[in-house]
């Protein structure tokens, strides 16, 4: 087993909030130049980019965890990752059945930008991303593992967005498999204001939206190989497997 460098919170063109350099080429090339070897496309509810990512990722030896961003109901954004793209393209159904039809205003929000492996435009989302689902966060969450995915509630400690700015605190009903938390805060600091995600894994990344920023934070994972199935096993502390912040 050895240790592997991992950034699972990127964004692409696809969100309006993703820069238009990130391009699922470009984030490859800035992911490989960091010395990347995991990381997690996570564009705001949408997997349109995924399956482009992962191809792109195996030709220059990156694991790409198929991923999203979701919003909720209450305006907590929580990641999702799945195993397979069959998976992400479930979710994406649901996710089309539950984004409120609002149309995006590029001029204030960004462009949602679909491209290709040569960074041609293929298509522009019409409706706003980046606003909150008609589910709730329990809703999501059962959806996620009801097809076989990964659960992390994200950047816990802002100020807002976060289920502890949304909600207040972390229902016992809810199946987490891990809590991210933002660049900027230690794992000290943040256990210190939130002694209860102790019992959870933690888990850190950089929720790039610039090319630049793609690595700024990364957790290292002690896995056989950089699979789905290695990385559930090291979230859960299992058979050896491990999570280091670095």
Not at 31 to 59: F, R
Not at 65 to 73: A, D, L, M, S
Not at 89 to 101: D, I
Request: proline share 4%; aromatic share 8%.
């Amino acid at each position: 087993m050895k240790w592997y460098r991992a950034d699972l919170h990127i964004h692409s063109v696809l969100s309006p909030c993703g820069d238009l350099d990130m391009s699922p080429a470009r984030i490859i090339r800035e992911a490989k130049k960091k010395k990347l070897e995991i990381i997690g496309l996570t564009d705001h509810n949408s997997t349109l980019h995924v399956e482009l990512m992962m191809e792109l990722g195996k030709k220059e030896g990156i694991t790409v965890f198929p991923g999203v961003e979701i919003n909720t109901r209450e305006e907590v954004h929580c990641l999702a990752f799945f195993e397979k793209v069959d998976d992400a393209q479930k979710f994406q159904e649901f996710l089309e059945k539950h984004l409120p039809e609002i149309h995006n205003k590029p001029e204030r929000f960004g462009h949602q930008l679909v491209v290709n492996e040569l960074e041609e435009i293929l298509n522009e989302i019409e409706y706003l991303l980046i606003i909150g689902l008609d589910c709730s966060i329990d809703e999501i969450e059962q959806k996620v593992h009801e097809l076989g995915g990964i659960f992390i509630p994200a950047h816990v400690d802002r100020k807002s967005n976060s289920i502890f700015s949304q909600i207040g605190f972390i229902s016992d009903d809810l199946k987490i498999d891990a809590v991210e938390y933002s660049s900027g805060v230690t794992k000290e600091k943040l256990l210190n204001q939130y002694p209860e995600l102790e019992k959870y894994a933690l888990i850190s990344n950089s929720d790039a939206h610039l090319p630049e920023q793609i690595g700024h934070s990364i957790t290292e994972y002690f896995l056989e190989t950089p699979t789905f199935e290695e990385f559930k096993k090291a979230l859960l502390n299992e058979g050896g497997r491990k999570i280091r912040l670095v």
